[in-house]
């Protein structure tokens, strides 16, 4: 089927690495974040989220980092399978009554 | 149902014709989106829903898109005298309320415009 990403920055790492993903945002007013993973064919799917009064928290085998003062998030990605090849997006929200706002993917690559 | 559900999943349709995409959203949850994926790109905002009225629809790129959720529940897109720019993924998510939290993503529906 037709790829998301096919102009994405890319990232490839060996299987069993550790990937980190970047996202640099740019609304200050920002609070929560979220990554998602997206598929070729399918629709985003939620990996793991972030408040702003919080720096890190971390899920099953993923990472996510806030730095509020240089406006960035990162998604760590440990033991990287090929089941997590994909395109991953950050996405931004208000505290308002605003819809979330995504940024430019990263199309993870892994090789086996 | 048990996930969001979008149709079609595909749909190729002639320059300045009219379509039709819908989209039912998880059984209970009040707040519905619509964005649009272009090749290489993240989903773009285009109009949500909370309940039956469009609560923000400032993602609408002009008057020929329009978007509907009549009962509160299912959800359709409309686009009048399409051109080959509105070729994309439209995607559907929705969730229980807008605070951002727990958006469950249809897998889209990929118009093409010839």
Known sequence: GESVGLHLPTLSVQEGDNSIINCAYSNSASDYFIWYKQESGKGPQFIIDIRSNMDKRQGQRVTVLLNKTVKHLSLQIAATQPGDSAVYFCAEKDSGNTPLVFGKGTRLSVIA | GAGVSQTPSNKVTEKGKYVELRCDPISGHTALYWYRQSLGQGPEFLIYFQGTGAADDSGLPNDRFFAV??????????????????????????????????????????????
């Open chain 2, 69 to 114: 959720r009549p009962e509160g529940s299912v959800s359709t897109l409309k686009i009048q005298r399409t051109e080959r720019g509105d070729s994309a993924v439209y995607l559907c998510a929705s969730s229980l309320q807008n605070s951002g939290y727990g958006y469950t993503f249809g897998s889209g529906t990929r118009l093409t415009v010839v």
